[in-house]
């Protein structure tokens, strides 16, 4: 694992390119580059354990990672995707498990640093929230259509619908429920 803080011109130029950090100013670039740790993330390799303490924020510079909870597919992250705000948002668990599906570079930031970066660059703030919403609409909208599948139809189409993806495991819709907590509405 090689880490290294972000500070020389192509590194700030690297973050530029970022849809993030797109809006930053170089001042802005030049804080988050001090705050930010570059890590080499081996294929396989797991960033986040659903259930564990949320210790970091990660930002995929190179790479793809696929996000899972209960064993099921949640999603798939590519360069400039972002995760692990929640659980240091609300100090809390992480809500999946993060596993590197090709060497990656990430960006990583602790929770002091998370916090610092927050509070001195609205802007990427601004945009963590904005993702914050695109997924719980997006979770929403799941759910909605799981419960209209009934609890004998098979979810394939909900993972192929949002993001040309089948899921990797194909749960019923009964399972799917037990997992969102929503056991009694398939009854």
Do not use: Y
């Not at 696929?66 to 992250?77: D, I, P, V």
């Not at 400039?80 to 590197?100: H, I, K, P, Q, Y």
């Amino acid at each position: 694992m090689i880490d290294f803080r972000l500070r020389t011109n192509q590194h700030l130029g690297r973050l530029r390119e970022m849809e993030l950090f797109s809006d930053c100013s170089r001042a802005e670039l030049s804080r988050i580059g001090s705050l930010t740790t570059a890590t080499r993330v081996e294929q396989g390799s797991v960033l986040a354990r659903e259930g564990s303490r949320g210790l970091e924020f990660f930002v995929i510079a190179e790479g793809t990672a696929t996000a899972s909870r209960h064993g099921l597919w949640l999603a798939s992250f590519g360069p400039g995707s972002f995760f692990g705000e929640v659980a240091l948002l609300d100090r809390s668990c992480r809500t999946a498990t993060v596993v590197a599906d090709t060497v990656m570079s990430v960006l990583v930031l602790s929770r002091v640093e998370f916090n610092s970066l927050l509070d001195s660059v609205p802007s990427v703030a601004q945009k963590i929230l904005a993702e914050m919403g695109l997924r719980l609409r997006h979770t929403g909208a799941l759910v909605a259509e799981v419960s209209s599948l009934g609890p004998s139809r098979s979810a394939v189409s909900v993972g192929a619908a949002n993001s040309g993806v089948a899921p990797r495991q194909t749960p019923v819709v009964a399972e799917v429920f037990r997992h969102v907590g929503a056991e009694s509405a398939s009854r």
